[in-house]
């Protein structure tokens, strides 16, 4: 019953494989938006489009970097106008504003209309297949703790997704990560700072790319925690969806007031 309801579904649920776990989940459109305001990407890859954000997201940092957005922002953070009028590039600038909007619409309208597809899912009782076995791989709904992602996303970025079984999205945040820290000589910034030489942390820090760090490392941590909820919730789902399908009698008399199907 399980597998032939699965077969005609029209609108599924869920998605899980071996190697990522994708579903549909109500969620606020104006925090999406606001993820994808902050780094243009970043809405998209929440919601589940890691193609579509990934490649915003690629887009975005490349526009960034040639037209110098963050160094111009430290400029303007220090009082050095003059300086950030100089360094900024206005030509990759408008190009820049033209992502940033697409992004932020895109992202607003796609959240609509995934919220449309759970609830339509949920009216049409989609089945949930909890468990994927790979030739290399195994994967499976579960309860996870929350707060263990947001401790593995602070300690690496991507290790809270990898937690959650989304393995693709937890590779690209991974990379990007890596790329972002290294190029932002960061970890060598740390090590001056701990041995006090703090002007040398200074010199050799590269602040186009530290920018991209504050925001990158809440976005891994507040995507792992909302991860850990919204799995947790999909499973609550499908476990109701197998109790009630195996062990509930069609017959039980459900009380006066009850008005479903």
Known sequence: MYSSAAQITRRPKANLTSYSLNYFQLRNPWVIAWWSFCYPGFGHITLGSIAKGGFVFGGEMIVNYMAHINLAIIYS??????????????????????????????????????????????????????????????????????RLSIAWSILLPGLGQLYNAETIKAIFLLIIGAFI????????????????????????????????????????????????????KLFDIEQAQFFKTKYQNPDFRRPAFYRGG
């Open 77 to 146: 953070f220090t009082g050095k106008f003059q300086q950030a009028k100089e360094v900024l590039d206005t030509q990759w600038l408008l190009i820049y504003c033209g992502i940033l909007v697409f992004a932020v619409w895109d992202s607003y309208r796609l959240t609509i209309e995934f919220n449309k597809l759970s609830v339509l899912a949920d009216r049409e009782y989609a089945p949930i297949i909890p468990i994927a076995l790979g030739v290399a791989s195994i994967n499976a709904l579960e309860k996870r703790n929350p």
């Open 181 to 232: 820290i290294i190029y932002s000589h960061a970890l060598q910034a740390i090590g001056y700072t701990a041995l006090g030489d703090f002007q040398q942390a200074k010199a050799i820090v590269n602040w186009q790319w530290l920018l991209n760090i504050p925001s990158f490392f809440v976005f891994i941590v507040w995507d792992a925690y909302q991860s850990s909820v919204l799995s947790n």
